[in-house]
C-alpha cells in the first residue's frame, strides 16, 4: 500500500531513472557475486588451457627453449599405440562401471524415498560412506581384497583368481572398485532428485490407476531427465580423467598401472614425467575433444528421450 | 657479522625421512651444524613428482630451487645437459682417490662430476638359506641361465609349492633395465638420431633371455611390491629375490617383508650371466646452479659420505654402505661388533640387517659393488625402457616375433621420442 502511495507521488522519468540505477547497481551486484568465479575461470582454466593449445605445436621441456613443431604432437599421440590402448581401457571403464553403478544407485534411491522404508536416517549416510574413503585409500584396501594368494576375496570364495595379475580380471576389479565408490555419491543425486518430484503428480498417477512399474516408466522417469542427464554427463567427464584407481590398485613399485589396463591419462602423466610437455599438452587437447563428443551425444540421446 | 648458512635439500617422500639426517648432523659435527643449517624440502610422493616441481621451479625463474637434490642416475643426462646440477669437479676432486670406483661411475657424466655419491645400487641376489640348503643350491655355482632354471626346477622338487622367484606376467621392464647395464656401451641411440634396437644384437639377447626366464615356469606370478609380495616370502612360496629387487636396497626393505625368517635370509652375487651392472646406477647428492651456498652445501654432503666418521653414521643411521674405500673397514668392524643399540627392543634388532642377514651380508655387498657398471643414461630413458617392455612383453606372449617386437620398439622410439639427446 504505501508503495503505491508513493509510486504515484514520484514523477515517471524520476520512477524509470531509479528503475534504471536500480537495474544497474543490481547488475553491479551480479557481476560482483559472480567475478570470483569468472577470475578463477579466466586465470586458473581458460588461460592454462589456451596456452596449453599453444604448447602442444610444440617442442618444449617445460623450461628452456619451445621448437615449433606444427601437428607432430597429435600426430605422435595418434600413432602411440599407448594412447589408443588407454582410450579403449577409459571408455571400457566408464561404460562398464557407469551403467550398472547408475542403475543401481536409482535403484537403492527409489528405495530409500519409499515412505514405507524404515531407518532412511541410518541408510543414507551408510550408502555414502564409500565417498568418505579417498581414492587412493580405497585403492589400497581393493589391492588387499583382490590378492592372489592371500586376498580377501580369493581366501572367502577359496579361488586362486589372478584378480590382479591377469589383465582380463583385472579391468573388472577396477570395475568393481569404481562402483563401490560411486554408488552412494549417485544415490543421494538420485534421493534430491526424486524427493524434488511433486508428491501430487505421483499421487494422480496412482489415482489413474498406474501400478508401479507404470509410475517408474511414464512418471517418475520423464521427471528425472535432467537429474538422469546430470549424473551421465557428470560421471562420464570423471570417468575420462580417470586415474587414480587403476594406478594404485595395480601400479607395482611406486609406478604406474601396467599399460594393458592403464587409463589414457597416463600418457598425459607419463609425457609430463618425461618432460614432453608439448605431447601432454596434445594429449590433454585430444581428450577434451573425446569428452567434448561423449558428451554432446549424451545431449543428443537425452533431448531425443525428453522429445519422445 | 654473519650468522649461519641456512642450506635446502630436496628429496622425494615425507621430509621426517631426511629429519633424521638432520639430527645426525647437528649431533655429530656440533661446530659444522652452528655455521650451517640444513633444511628438509619434500618434492612430492616420488622422483617424477620432485622432477616435475624443479622443471616448473626453472621455468619460473629458479627462485625456489634448493641447494641441492637427490638424484637417480637415471635422471642426471637431463639436468647436467639442461644446466641445473652444478659441475663439482673442483670441490670432488681432491677426494676421488677414496671413492669407491662404483661411485665414482655414478657421480660422473661426460666427463665431469655432477654430485656427491650418495648410494651405489649393486645387483645382489638375495635367498632362503634354508630352502636353497634344502633344494641343493649353491648360488655361486649357479653362474648360466640354464643353471638358474635348473635351479628353480630343483627348488620346486623340494618345495613342490614355491618358486625360485616372483616374476608378475608382462613385467619384462623390470627385467631389462638390470640386464642393460651388464653390456658396456650399450646405448639405445646415438647422437644425431641413430636407433640400435634392431641393430645392436644385444637387445635381441635380452628379449630372449626374459622369455626363457618367463617360460622356464620358475618365478612366481606375484607382483614386486604388491600385497602378495610379503605373504608369499613369510609364507616360504618365495625363496629368492632376483630381478629388478634384487639389488643392494633391498637389505632395507626385506626384513620388513618378511619379519618370520630374520636369521634365515642371505646373500649372494648374481649369477655371472648378468652379475655385472647395477639397478638404475645409484643415486647423489646433486648441488644445484642456483644454489647461494654451494660451499656449504658442499661441506654439508662432504661430512656424511667422503669421511669416515659420516660413513659410519650413516650406516647406523640407515644401513648406507660408505661411497669411500677407507671406511670400510670401519664399517665392518661395527657390525662385527653386533652391539644393539639403546632404545631398540630384541625383536627390532633380529630384523636388523647384520642379524637378519648374518655379518657376511656386507662382504657380498662390497664385493657386488666391485661389479657395479652403469648403463648410458640418456635423457629418454623412462621412456625406452617403457617401449622396450612393452613390445618384450609381446614377444614373451607370442603375440610378435623377435624381429617384429624389436622394429616395433624401435619404430616407436622413433615416433615417440624422436631424439633421445634433445629433450621436450
Redesign the interface.
Known amino acids: 500500500m504505501s508503495m503505491a502511495i508513493s509510486a504515484k507521488r514520484v514523477p515517471k522519468n524520476d520512477r524509470s531513472s531509479n528503475t534504471r540505477a536500480r537495474w544497474k547497481s543490481d547488475q553491479i551486484a551480479a557481476i560482483l557475486f559472480v567475478s570470483p568465479f569468472i577470475l578463477a575461470f579466466l586465470v586458473l582454466f581458460l588461460g592454462p588451457a589456451i596456452y596449453a593449445l599453444v604448447v602442444s605445436f610444440?617442442?618444449?621441456?617445460?623450461?628452456?627453449s619451445?621448437?615449433w613443431v606444427g601437428v607432430y604432437n597429435y600426430f605422435?599421440t595418434l600413432?602411440?599405440?599407448?594412447f589408443w590402448i588407454g582410450l579403449r581401457n577409459t571408455i571400457f571403464y566408464w561404460i562398464a562401471h557407469d551403467i550398472p553403478m547408475m542403475v543401481f544407485a536409482f535403484g537403492l534411491a527409489l528405495i530409500v524415498s519409499n515412505r514405507y522404508i524404515q531407518f532412511k536416517r541410518f541408510f543414507k549416510p551408510m550408502l555414502y560412506l564409500p565417498q568418505l574413503v579417498t581414492s587412493v585409500a580405497s585403492a589400497l584396501i581393493f589391492?588387499?581384497f583382490f590378492?592372489?594368494?592371500?586376498?580377501v576375496l580369493n581366501t572367502i570364495l577359496g579361488t586362486k583368481i589372478?584378480w590382479?595379475?591377469?589383465?582380463n580380471y583385472t579391468r573388472w576389479a577396477v570395475v568393481i572398485l569404481l562402483i563401490w565408490r560411486g554408488v552412494g555419491y549417485w544415490f543421494i543425486v538420485y534421493l534430491a532428485g526424486l524427493t524434488s518430484i511433486n508428491p501430487e503428480i505421483i499421487e494422480a498417477s496412482i489415482v489413474d490407476g498406474a501400478n508401479s512399474w507404470k509410475r517408474l516408466i511414464y512418471v517418475i522417469l520423464p521427471l528425472m531427465t535432467s537429474t538422469l542427464l546430470f549424473a551421465f554427463v557428470v560421471d562420464a567427464i570423471g570417468s575420462l580423467r580417470l586415474f587414480t584407481e587403476p594406478n594404485v590398485l595395480m601400479a607395482?613399485?611406486?609406478g604406474l598401472a601396467?599399460?594393458?589396463v592403464a587409463p589414457v591419462v597416463n600418457v598425459l602423466f607419463?609425457s609430463?614425467?618425461?618432460?614432453?610437455?608439448?605431447?601432454a599438452a596434445a594429449v590433454g587437447w585430444l581428450l577434451f575433444l573425446v569428452t567434448a563428443l561423449i558428451s554432446w551425444l549424451q545431449f543428443r540421446i537425452f533431448r531425443n528421450i525428453n522429445k519422445e | 657479522m654473519t650468522g649461519p648458512v641456512k642450506i635446502t635439500f630436496m628429496s622425494w617422500g615425507g621430509v621426517e625421512r631426511f629429519q633424521k639426517w638432520i639430527d645426525a648432523w647437528n649431533g655429530t659435527w656440533p661446530d659444522a651444524a652452528k655455521k650451517i643449517v640444513p633444511e628438509a624440502v619434500t618434492g612430492g610422493?616420488?622422483s617424477?613428482d620432485m622432477?616435475?616441481m624443479l622443471?616448473?621451479a626453472?621455468?619460473a625463474g629458479g627462485e625456489n630451487i634448493p641447494d641441492f637434490y637427490e638424484s637417480n642416475a637415471t635422471d642426471i643426462p637431463?639436468f647436467a645437459e639442461?644446466g641445473l646440477m652444478l659441475p663439482i669437479d673442483d670441490y670432488l676432486t681432491p677426494y676421488t682417490d677414496d671413492l669407491i670406483p662404483a661411485a665414482k661411475k655414478v657421480a660422473s657424466y661426460n666427463g665431469h662430476f655432477y654430485g656427491v655419491p650418495m648410494q651405489v645400487k649393486s645387483k645382489v641376489w638375495w635367498y632362503r638359506k634354508d630352502m636353497f640348503e634344502k633344494a641343493g643350491i649353491v648360488p655361486d655355482q649357479v653362474k648360466t641361465l640354464d643353471d638358474l632354471i635348473n635351479a628353480g626346477k630343483a627348488l620346486k622338487g623340494a618345495y613342490p609349492d614355491a618358486f625360485l622367484f616372483n616374476l608378475?606376467?608382462?613385467?619384462s621392464g623390470?627385467w631389462l633395465s638390470m640386464l642393460l647395464s651388464y653390456y658396456d656401451d650399450l646405448k639405445f641411440a646415438e647422437r644425431g638420431g641413430t636407433w640400435n634396437v634392431t641393430t645392436d644384437e644385444r637387445f635381441a639377447q635380452m628379449f630372449d633371455i626374459v622369455k626363457k626366464i618367463y617360460k622356464a615356469d620358475i618365478a612366481s606370478?606375484?607382483?614386486?611390491?604388491?600385497?602378495?609380495w610379503s605373504?608369499?616370502m613369510t609364507?616360504s612360496?618365495i625363496a629368492s629375490i632376483i630381478g629388478?629387487?634384487g639389488a643392494s636396497w633391498m637389505a632395507e626393505f626385506l626384513p620388513q617383508f618378511d619379519t618370520v625368517h630374520a636369521g634365515l635370509w642371505g646373500a649372494a652375487l648374481w649369477p655371472e650371466f648378468s652379475r655385472e651392472g647395477s639397478e638404475a646406477g645409484g643415486s647423489i647428492w646433486a648441488i644445484t646452479k642456483y644454489s647461494k651456498n654451494p660451499g656449504a652445501a658442499f661441506e654439508y654432503l662432504k661430512n656424511f659420505h667422503l669421511t669416515k666418521e659420516g660413513a659410519l653414521t650413516l650406516y647406523k643411521l640407515i644401513g648406507f654402505l660408505p661411497m669411500i674405500k677407507s671406511a670400510q673397514e670401519i664399517v665392518k668392524a661395527e657390525a662385527a661388533k653386533n652391539e644393539r643399540p639403546e632404545g631398540t627392543t630384541e625383536e627390532q634388532w633380529k630384523l636388523a640387517p647384520v642379524n637378519y642377514f648374518g655379518l657376511d651380508y656386507l662382504d657380498v655387498l662390497f664385493q657386488a659393488q666391485d661389479h657395479v657398471k652403469i648403463f648410458q643414461y640418456d635423457?629418454?630413458f623412462?621412456?625406452e625402457i617403457?617401449i622396450l617392455g612393452?613390445y618384450c612383453n609381446e614377444y614373451v606372449e607370442d603375440k610378435m616375433t623377435l624381429l617384429e617386437a624389436l622394429r616395433s620398439a624401435e619404430d616407436?622410439m622413433k615416433?615417440?621420442i624422436v631424439d633421445p639427446y634433445?629433450?621436450?
Not at chain 1, 79 to 82: E, G, S, V
Not at chain 2, 168 to 171: E, G, L, Q, R, T
Request: net charge positive.
Open positions: 610444440f617442442r618444449y621441456a617445460g623450461y628452456g619451445m621448437t605422435a600413432q602411440y599405440r599407448l589391492s588387499s590378492g592372489l594368494e592371500y586376498g589372478p590382479l595379475q591377469d589383465v607395482q613399485r611406486g601396467p599399460y594393458e607419463s609430463m614425467g618425461a618432460a614432453r610437455f608439448g605431447q | 610422493s616420488g617424477s622432477f616435475t622443471r616448473t626453472m621455468a637431463e639442461r608378475a606376467p608382462k613385467s623390470g606370478p606375484v607382483g614386486d611390491w604388491s600385497s602378495d605373504p608369499a609364507d612360496k629388478p629387487s635423457m629418454a623412462n621412456n617403457n612393452q616407436e615416433t615417440q634433445k629433450l621436450g
